[in-house]
């Protein structure tokens, strides 16, 4: 994949240009926006604004269409929760869940941003499924009005994670980690297979290893390797601590 301006500055100077314009007042012409339409068609990304607060959306690229099949005005509140296929939607909903959180927190001390990065399976408009990036910008700002606003990028990384059968989660503040993706920035936070993170959503519901290997059909023996390697990913001491991290990062 070749890459242009993939260190996202031009993301920001066109947030910097939102922030002092507000949405009517960046025209389709605008040379930062048509910079960005451009770059991100090539980088097989879209990007959005929306008001946390308000829960309105204040931009979307005409991107959407080409990767989601649907046209920028037909773009609602949750849209692309409904692509998230099922076995991840859960996921997906809990990290939607953990952003409204964090921008409400934003919004009551008045100050500060959050960043929050996580990857998705979703289904195509042709019904063939891809991995999705999910770049999520928190920050609470006066101006055009005061209110939380998030900045989402949303990154085709289906290349990417070609061979990789876990996920990425990310939620800090440390902004460096709000770029073009790439394989550290993919293994930064928490890494687990799909089944170990489905196994560990059955643990959180209480279920029994031997329940738990009959529910997937596997052996008790291989559900005992996977909590395992879950412990030795998540450096904890146990299955409990690695549960209640998950849920206090907005995963459980």
Same mark, same amino acid.
């Given at each position: 994949?070749?890459?242009? +301006? ?7 100077? %066109? %947030? ?15 040379? &930062?926006?048509?910079?960005? *339409?451009?770059?991100?068609?090539? #980088? ?28 920028? *005005? ?14 991840? %939607? ?16 934003? =919004? ?10 996580? #990857?998705?399976r979703a289904r195509k408009p042709d019904g063939c499924c891809y991995n999705l990036l999910y770049q999520a910008y928190l ?20 290349? =990417?994670?070609? #061979? +990789? ?33 489905? &196994? ?10 031997? *329940?738990?290997? +009959? ?7 291989? &559900?005992?390797?996977?909590?395992? +390697? ?23």
């Amino acid at each position: 994949m070749t890459l242009e +301006n993939s260190d996202y500055s031009l993301f920001t100077d %066109f %947030f910097e240009a939102f922030s002092h314009a507000g949405v009517e007042g960046i025209g389709s012409e605008d040379s &930062i926006l048509m910079e960005l *339409e451009r770059v991100t068609e090539q #980088n097989k990304q879209i990007f959005y604004i929306s008001d946390v607060i308000l829960f309105d959306i204040l931009f979307i690229s005409k991107g959407v269409q080409s990767m989601f099949g649907i046209k920028q *005005e037909k773009v609602s509140q949750g849209f692309f929760l409904t692509t998230t296929i099922p076995e991840d %939607f859960k996921r997906h909903q809990l990290a939607r869940s953990h952003l409204i959180s964090l921008a409400q927190k934003l =919004y009551v001390q008045k100050s500060g941003t959050r960043i929050i990065s996580t #990857n998705v399976r979703a289904r195509k408009p042709d019904g063939c499924c891809y991995n999705l990036l999910y770049q999520a910008y928190l920050t609470y700002s006066k101006l055009p009005h005061e209110s939380v606003f998030l900045f989402l990028v949303i990154t085709d990384i289906s290349k =990417y994670l070609k #061979n +990789n059968k876990g996920f990425h989660y990310y939620t800090g503040e440390d902004r460096s980690l709000f770029r073009f993706p790439d394989d550290e920035l993919l293994k930064t936070g928490i890494i687990y297979t799909h089944t170990e993170f489905e &196994i560990l959503q059955l643990i959180e519901q209480g279920l029994s290893s031997k *329940e738990i290997a +009959n529910k997937l059909f596997r052996s008790p023996y291989t &559900i005992s390797t996977h909590r395992t +390697n879950i412990l030795k990913k998540s450096g904890k001491s146990s299955i409990t601590d690695v549960i209640r991290y998950l849920k206090e990062s907005g995963m459980l």
